[in-house]
């Protein structure tokens, strides 16, 4: 299993609208993406200070399909048209499980 998760935070100026737009966007993957096994995401629970705001956890059998994942066309949009014009800062690491 090979496990990829990333964090945001977003811009000041983003709207609620906006970033419920991501999530439900994201959301949409993983009947669009076969070699997507597990995917979980959601804002941060607002319970620390200094978290990120926003998180993705996606399992894949291994590291081809999480190229296949991140390479996708659809994939690609959601960043471009949703999370990008958002994102203030991003971390990620991918590992196996």
């Known amino acids: 299993m090979f496990r990829h998760v990333v964090l945001f935070t977003w811009a000041e100026e ?14 949409k993957l993983p009947a669009a993406i076969p070699e997507i096994r597990a995917y979980t995401l959601g804002a941060d629970a607002g319970v620390s200070p200094g978290n990120h705001q926003f998180a993705i956890v996606a399992d894949f059998d291994g590291v081809d399909e999480f190229v296949t994942y991140r390479d996708h066309p659809l994939h690609q949009a959601v960043i471009a048209e949703h999370i990008k014009p958002i994102m203030d800062t991003r971390a990620a690491v991918q590992f196996e499980v």
């Open 14 to 27: 983003s709207t609620g609208e906006q970033r419920a737009r991501v999530a439900e966007e994201l959301g």
